[in-house]
């Protein structure tokens, strides 16, 4: 296990492609989960993907639960119509915080650690935080967004 280096920069090649899909948990895979555990830990995040290490592998962490959860082949099957606005921060934007606008509740398919196929419903941050990780997958970061008036703004207030 180790505490890899964070790619940073909205414009680094890794964080702006499309991720492979992991055809099998194999050691190595179990090893990145390892390794991306120990970064995001050190970092102090709310989640990580394998691109934010510099790794286009179709795998990330979040943070469901207060639980850091090995997410393999994500795939968002349905998002609510009902959105929530908040600002995001991330590991690979050190500084920039930007309001986003989500789906409140989410359904995913995806594979543990163990290979096998699982199906939740999220809501909330738990949602949240797995949209944000599953948009690192398709090489989209939190700029790509709309601007939003900013939460503490008094215009935020009034709309």
Request: aromatic share 4%; glycine share 6%; hydrophobic share 45%.
């Amino acid at each position: 296990m180790a505490v890899l280096p964070i790619v940073i920069g909205a414009t680094t090649p890794v964080l702006r492609t499309k991720t492979k899909r992991i055809p099998k948990v194999t050691k190595e895979v179990l090893k990145l989960i390892a390794d991306m555990h120990d970064t995001v830990k050190a970092a102090e995040g709310g989640g990580i993907a394998a691109p934010q290490i510099g790794v286009s592998l179709r795998v990330c962490l979040a943070n469901i639960n207060d639980k850091m959860t090995a997410l393999i082949n994500p795939e968002i099957t349905w998002r609510s119509t009902e959105t929530l606005r908040e600002e995001e921060g991330c590991l690979s934007l050190p500084g920039v915080w930007k309001a986003v606008e989500r789906s409140r509740e989410i359904a995913l398919t995806y594979m543990d650690e163990q290979g096998k196929v699982q199906e939740r419903r999220f809501s909330d941050w738990n949602a949240r935080v797995v949209q944000h990780e599953v948009d690192h997958l398709e090489g989209v970061l939190i700029v790509d967004y709309p601007a939003l008036p900013n939460l503490a703004s008094p215009d935020a207030l009034a709309a």
